[in-house]
């Protein structure tokens, strides 16, 4: 099925220094896209204990405005929870098919230790697209990779990102790794093993190249991960599909999870 252009940008913030950062590239690709951007902080149980919950929320709203410099017209709002469930939730209160955003790090080091990092807990469990920013840059995703296994997974993630493709004339790329077999004492069998490894990868890549003949596609071998790291250095942005539809996984991915741990570029989870 293919995925909605995306209309309106979700950008989580959170009074961090990093959030600062986020906020501007959430910014400059709204302006770019000519889209909407929401700015939405969740706040948690224990602040402003005995206060009305209208008051509180006025409060945090206008140190939102003040924090991160926004004009008082501007769309914030103010959610109270868990912080990757009421993102998610705001994402979905809108009339318009979102994007939502955040940053890579902002959270406490003792929630990241019991609870995992609210991005990677909003990219398992969201049903839109999430952009988790990393690096120290703000730019617009001109380079984008698109790590692919030649599955459909690649199909949900290339009809994901037209949306940048038409705003901004993306140049994609697609790369494929080809993760080797375990060196084992047997030299004849690994032979064999590797030999019919690469055979396999040969057909599927023809295959692939016969229903996908305009996307430029570059096959490396080795660790995955690794070399999916490596390539991203090149880039503006690194997309792809770790799961499919329906799909419930404790964890994203070997790939997943080291580009938005140890990455250096934004990363665009499209469910």
């Known amino acids: ?46 602040q402003f204990v005995g206060e009305p919950r209208e008051v509180a929320e006025k409060k945090l709203t206008e140190k939102v405005y003040k924090f991160y410099k926004l004009k008082k017209d501007t769309d914030v709002v103010i959610r109270t929870g868990d912080a990757p469930e009421q993102l998610i939730e705001a994402a979905k209160a809108s009339q ?12 406490g080091a003792i929630a990241r230790f019991l609870l995992g990092s609210t991005a990677e807990r909003v990219a398992l469990l969201s049903p839109f697209p999430v952009w988790i920013h ?7 995703p001109k380079k984008i990779l698109v790590p692919s296994d030649f599955s459909k997974h690649t199909d949900t993630t290339l009809n994901q990102v037209q949306s940048f493709d038409k705003a901004f004339q993306s140049n994609l790329e697609l790369f494929h790794v080809i993760q080797e077999p375990t060196p084992v004492v047997d030299l ?19 295959d692939f190249k016969k229903s996908h003949p305009n996307y430029k596609t570059v096959r490396d071998v080795g660790e995955v991960a690794e070399q999916v790291e490596e390539r991203s250095r090149k880039f503006d942005l690194v997309a792809f599909s770790p799961r499919g539809k329906g799909e419930s996984t404790p964890f994203l991915g070997r790939v997943a999870a080291k580009l938005v741990r140890s990455g250096n570029k934004p990363v665009l989870i499209c469910p």
Do not use: T
């Open 188 to 206: 004849p069998i690994y032979s064999l093993v590797y030999q019919q490894i690469h055979s396999d990868d040969d057909r599927s890549f023809e």
């Open 96 to 107: 318009l098919s979102p994007l939502i955003m955040v940053g890579h790090k902002g959270m």
């Open 1 to 46: 099925m293919k995925s909605k252009a995306i209309q309106q940008i979700i950008v989580g913030v959170d009074f961090s220094r990093y959030s600062k950062l986020v906020v501007k590239e959430a910014q400059k690709l709204a302006k770019a896209m000519k889209i909407p951007l929401r700015y939405v902080y969740v706040n948690d149980v224990f």
């Open 134 to 140: 990393r690096g120290q840059k703000v730019l617009l």
